[in-house]
């Protein structure tokens, strides 16, 4: 069974264009033409698009994505490597929880610290005018 580059995107979710983006940098393999120089795909790059898919809903690189599809096409190896892909992934999300739970500890603060009053007493306006209070340390995240 093969299908068009449209059939593959309705299947996979993955729209057009970036399909024949992973084809360019390598994710995807280049897909057999037909006469008339339409990709034709199978099965297996419908695996292939959605593993590449869920990988970047998890929010890894396409750099990593590479890696593990490597590691995927070789399933003899250790998988210590996927793992410590997936481990370094895993810190990067725990650290942007970190700045995310700081910015939302600010943001509280400054809400509760508000009065409801004119703009001139407003401590959320004031907070955010004091560029030494706390200045890149939310931003960093």
Do not use: W
Not at 24 to 32: N, R, W
Not at 49 to 69: K, M, P, T, V
């Amino acid at each position: 069974m093969d299908f068009s580059i449209g059939e593959l995107s309705r299947r996979t979710g993955v729209k057009v264009p970036t399909i024949r983006y992973y084809e360019q940098i390598g994710l995807l393999p280049s897909p057999p033409r037909t006469e008339g120089q339409q990709r034709r795909y199978g099965k297996d790059a419908v695996s292939r698009l959605a593993f590449i898919r869920h990988a970047r809903e998890l929010g890894f690189e396409l750099d990593a994505i590479r890696a593990l599809l490597s590691l995927q096409d070789n399933p003899d190896q250790s998988c210590a490597a996927a793992d410590t892909i997936a481990k370094d992934r895993l810190v990067e999300v725990e650290r942007r929880i970190a700045a995310l739970t700081a910015l939302r500890t600010e943001l509280r603060r400054m809400i509760d610290e508000c009065a409801c009053g004119r703009v001139a007493e407003c401590r959320v306006i004031e907070t955010l005018a004091d560029t030494s209070h706390s200045h890149g340390r939310l931003a960093e995240g």
